[in-house]
C-alpha cells in the first residue's frame, strides 16, 4: 500500500482526530480514492457515498485542495511524481487546515494559491480568495445549509464574491507595516510570512476553508466543533416571502452577520421591505419600532446598496438612542463596515410628527448631516462625511450625498422581543395616538385603514 504509513508525524496527526473523526475521516478517504478498504467497511456510509468531489465544490476548489493535499511533504518517500494523493498526505492535511495553527496552515495555503514555491502576488491571492468565498457559496446551498435564504430571493453573488475577496484582501500587510492598495495590490509580491500574518489576522480565510473542506468533501461536517464560527456562518432567514429579492447577497450577509453580537448572529427576520409594505415612512415606522437590535439598508437611485447596524429597538423619540455596538456599513460598490470611534453618542435616530425636531431615521453625525439619513418625506435621504462621519468614522455611502432612495429593507436581528412575538403589527398611529388625534382635527383621514397586511405568524419555517 504505502511503506510505512505509521510514520510519526502521521500518527501525531491522527492523534488529533477523536476516534469518532479517525473513521469519518477514512471513509472519505477511500471514497475519495475509490477503494473500499477495512474503513469502508467499519464506516457503512462511506461505501455508499459517491465521487463527490466533483459537483458540491466548484472545480478551480477541487484543484487547489489537490494541490494542497499534493504539497504535504512525506519526507524519504518517492511520492514527489505519484498521481495519487497518500492516505498520509490527506490526513496531514486534514489536521493541518482543520486542526492547526496559522503556521501549519500557511504552507499548504501557499500551494492552494499557487502550485511554484516562493511569493505570491496579490492577483493571485485574489483569485484564490473569490474561489474560496464562490465555493463556500455553491458549497452551502448544495447541501441546503443556507438556512432559509434562497439564491434566488437575494442578489446575484458574483458581485458580492468580488467585495468580499477585495474586503479581505484590503488587509494583506508588508514586512515593513504597509498596505498595499489597488492597483499596485495586484502586482505586489507577498511571501510567506505575510500571508501567514494575513491569515492569522483575517479569520474569515481559516473559516471559509474549514466550511469548505468540512461541507465539500463531507467530512467532519456533522460532529460538534471546536469553533462555533461556523454555526453561525450565516443567519436562518424568516419573512422572505414570494418574489422578493433582498439587497443582500450571500456574501454581504455573512460578512455583516459576523460583525454583529456573537448572540445576535444566529437569525434574520424581515420586518419590512419598501417593495413588500409600500413607499410610506409611516409604514416603516410601524414595522420596525419596538423590535429590537435591526439592520436598516437601502439602495439609492445611483445603484450604491449601504445601510446601519440598529444595536436597540427603534423608538420613535427627539433623542438620539443605541449603543457603541451600532455601526454603518457599504455593500455595493465596496463591502466595508464602520464602527464606533467614541467621539459621541449620536449612534441611532428615529422621529416622527414633530415641528421643533428632525424628523426621519438617522444614525450617526448630528442633526442635518448624518452618516446615513431617510426623511420622513419618503424618498429622500442623505450621507454627509466630510471627510468622515464623527460617530462612526464612515465616508459618503451614497453615490451623491443628497439621495434619492430606491428601496429600503429591515431586518430584526436575533431574537425578537417578546412583547411583539404574536402580537399584530401596529402602525405609527396606533404607538402615537396624538398624532392620530392631529390628524383627524386636519381633517385628513388615515389611508392605512384598511390596508393592513394580514398579522403574521412569527414561527414560520420558510
Request: proline content about 3%; overall charge positive.
Given at each position: 500500500k504505502m511503506g510505512n504509513a505509521e510514520s510519526n508525524a502521521y500518527r501525531n496527526h491522527l492523534s488529533r482526530f477523536l476516534p469518532e473523526e479517525q473513521s469519518d475521516i477514512d471513509g472519505v478517504f477511500d471514497t475519495l480514492s475509490g477503494s473500499s478498504g477495512s474503513?469502508?467497511?467499519?464506516?457503512?456510509?462511506?461505501?455508499?457515498?459517491?465521487?463527490?468531489?466533483?459537483?458540491?465544490?466548484?472545480e478551480q476548489m477541487t484543484l487547489r485542495l489537490y494541490n494542497g493535499m499534493k504539497s504535504v511533504d512525506l519526507t524519504g518517500k518517492s511520492s514527489g511524481l505519484a498521481e495519487k494523493i497518500a492516505k498520509e498526505q490527506f490526513v496531514i492535511f486534514m489536521s493541518n487546515?482543520?486542526?492547526g495553527n496559522a503556521d501549519e496552515k500557511i504552507t499548504i495555503i501557499m500551494r492552494m494559491i499557487s502550485k511554484v514555491e516562493g511569493p505570491v502576488k496579490g492577483k493571485q491571492i485574489q483569485e484564490f480568495t473569490e474561489d474560496l468565498i464562490t465555493s463556500v457559496?455553491?458549497?452551502?446551498?448544495?447541501?441546503?445549509?443556507?438556512?432559509?435564504?434562497?439564491?434566488?430571493?437575494?442578489?446575484?453573488?458574483?458581485?458580492?464574491?468580488?467585495?468580499?475577496a477585495s474586503q479581505l484582501l484590503s488587509e494583506l500587510k508588508l514586512a515593513d507595516g504597509t498596505k498595499p492598495v489597488d492597483p499596485q495590490l495586484m502586482e505586489t509580491d507577498f511571501d510567506q510570512s505575510a500571508i501567514e500574518d494575513w491569515v492569522y489576522r483575517v479569520p474569515q480565510i481559516s473559516i471559509f476553508l474549514s466550511v469548505v473542506i468540512r461541507q465539500g468533501l463531507h467530512v467532519l461536517h456533522s460532529l460538534p466543533d471546536q469553533t462555533k464560527d461556523i454555526v453561525n456562518l450565516v443567519p436562518s432567514c424568516k419573512g422572505i416571502k414570494g418574489r422578493l429579492v433582498s439587497l443582500f447577497d450571500i456574501p454581504s450577509i455573512i460578512y455583516i452577520n459576523s460583525h454583529l453580537p456573537a448572540e445576535l448572529q444566529h437569525k434574520w427576520q424581515l420586518l419590512f421591505s419598501s417593495r413588500l409594505h409600500g413607499e410610506s415612512f409611516s409604514q416603516l415606522c410601524g414595522h420596525i419600532v419596538k423590535k429590537g437590535p435591526c439592520v436598516v439598508i437601502l439602495k439609492d437611485l445611483d445603484g450604491y446598496i449601504f445601510g446601519g447596524f440598529a444595536s436597540h429597538s427603534w423608538e420613535v423619540k427627539p433623542q438620539f438612542q443605541g449603543d457603541n455596538r451600532c455601526f454603518l456599513f457599504s455593500v455595493l460598490p465596496s463591502l466595508a463596515?464602520?464602527?464606533?470611534?467614541?467621539?459621541?453618542?449620536?449612534?441611532?435616530?428615529?422621529?416622527?410628527?414633530?415641528?421643533?425636531?428632525?424628523?426621519?431615521?438617522?444614525?450617526?453625525?448630528?442633526?442635518?448631516?448624518?452618516?446615513?439619513?431617510?426623511?420622513?418625506?419618503?424618498?429622500?435621504?442623505?450621507?454627509?462625511?466630510?471627510p468622515r462621519c464623527t460617530t462612526y468614522n464612515s465616508p459618503q455611502l451614497s453615490a451623491k450625498e443628497d439621495f434619492t432612495v430606491d428601496v429600503v429593507e429591515v431586518w430584526a436581528v436575533g431574537d425578537l422581543p417578546e412583547s411583539t412575538e404574536g402580537k399584530g403589527k401596529k402602525s405609527i398611529l396606533d404607538v402615537d395616538p396624538e398624532a392620530q388625534a392631529f390628524l383627524e382635527m386636519a381633517g385628513k383621514c388615515r389611508h392605512s385603514e384598511g390596508l393592513r397586511e394580514p398579522v403574521e405568524e412569527d414561527d414560520d419555517d420558510n
Open positions: 474503513a469502508g467497511a467499519k464506516n457503512g456510509k462511506a461505501t455508499k457515498k459517491t465521487a463527490y468531489t466533483r459537483e458540491p465544490l466548484p487546515l482543520l486542526k457559496v455553491h458549497v452551502l446551498n448544495y447541501r441546503n445549509e443556507l438556512k432559509g435564504w434562497k439564491l434566488e430571493n437575494t442578489r446575484d453573488s458574483a458581485s458580492g464574491v468580488k467585495a468580499l463596515v464602520y464602527t464606533c470611534t467614541g467621539y459621541n453618542d449620536h449612534y441611532m435616530y428615529l422621529n416622527h410628527g414633530q415641528q421643533t425636531m428632525p424628523n426621519g431615521l438617522g444614525m450617526g453625525g448630528q442633526h442635518g448631516y448624518f452618516g446615513l439619513w431617510l426623511d420622513s418625506d419618503y424618498g429622500k435621504g442623505h450621507s454627509k462625511a466630510k
